[in-house]
T-cell receptor, first 112, second 113 residues
Framework: QKEVEQDPGPLSVPEGAIVSLNCTYS??????FMWYRQYSRKGPELLMY????GNKEDGRFTAQVDKSSKYISLFIRDSQPSDSATYLC????????????FGTGTRLTVIP | DSGVTQTPKHLITATGQRVTLRCSPR?????VYWYQQSLDQGLQFLIQ???????AKGNILERFSAQQFPDLHSELNLSSLELGDSALYFC????????????FGPGTRLTVT
């Protein structure tokens, strides 16, 4: 079993829809949770960064972390064609090695 | 633009050869990470350096090595290349040794023929 599981999609939604992306994980030591957006094999771009449980909002993006369920989500409101990309969840432990453990990524297409 | 730079963008080489990938972290960042992204494996952590010292090792092959120089730029050396080493290689940087956001460079696409 992989430490981070993510539905690879693909996911297609109409413009303006609310998108929900999710990851589950098995390692309870994960404390930092991130969402990255990657356009066609370019470098991953950091979208959201959260520490421990809770919600964080930034514009049209909301990240949620539920450590009791080992489940994180990214919501995109009023989705735009420019949001079409692969979304990667990533997480790391509190101290020691800081390497990120990534999900496989979900490919999202927003249809105009 | 994340502020992390990587060169070269593309590299095509033959099996058995050796290549060097270069990374310059964001200004002020002391940690450098190397990741490999292949179609079947996703993004995999290779190695981390913090202020010139090796900090953590992941799934890095013995044929691969890295170092971080006093000016904080880093190089990833890949030797005895095999077809399966063809992948995107990303460098990321962060301020701290642990915790904190990691910012990725544009990557180097390596093709081994």
């Amino acid at each position: 079993q992989k430490e981070v599981e993510q539905d690879p999609g693909p996911l297609s939604v109409p413009e303006g829809a609310i998108v929900s992306l999710n990851c589950t994980y098995s390692n309870s030591a994960f404390q930092y949770f991130m969402w990255y957006r990657q356009y066609s094999r370019k470098g991953p771009e950091l979208l959201m960064y959260t520490y421990s449980s809770g919600n964080k909002e930034d514009g049209r993006f909301t990240a949620q972390v539920d450590k009791s369920s080992k489940y994180i989500s990214l919501f995109i409101r009023d989705s735009q064609p420019s949001d079409s990309a692969t979304y990667l969840c990533a997480m790391s432990v509190l101290s020691g090695a800081n390497n990120l453990f990534f999900g496989t990524g979900t490919r999202l297409t927003v249809i105009p | 633009d994340s502020g992390v730079t990587q060169t070269p963008k593309h590299l095509i080489t033959a099996t058995g050869q050796r290549v060097t990938l270069r990374c310059s972290p964001r200004s002020g960042d002391l940690s450098v990470y190397w990741y490999q992204q292949s179609l079947d494996q996703g993004l995999q952590f290779l190695i981390q350096y913090y202020n010139g010292e090796e900090r953590a090792k992941g799934n890095i092959l013995e044929r691969f090595s890295a170092q971080q120089f006093p000016d904080l730029h880093s190089e990833l050396n890949l030797s005895s290349l095999e077809l399966g080493d063809s992948a995107l290689y990303f460098c990321a940087s962060s301020v701290e040794a642990s915790g904190g956001e990691q910012y990725f460079g544009p990557g180097t696409r390596l093709t081994v023929t």
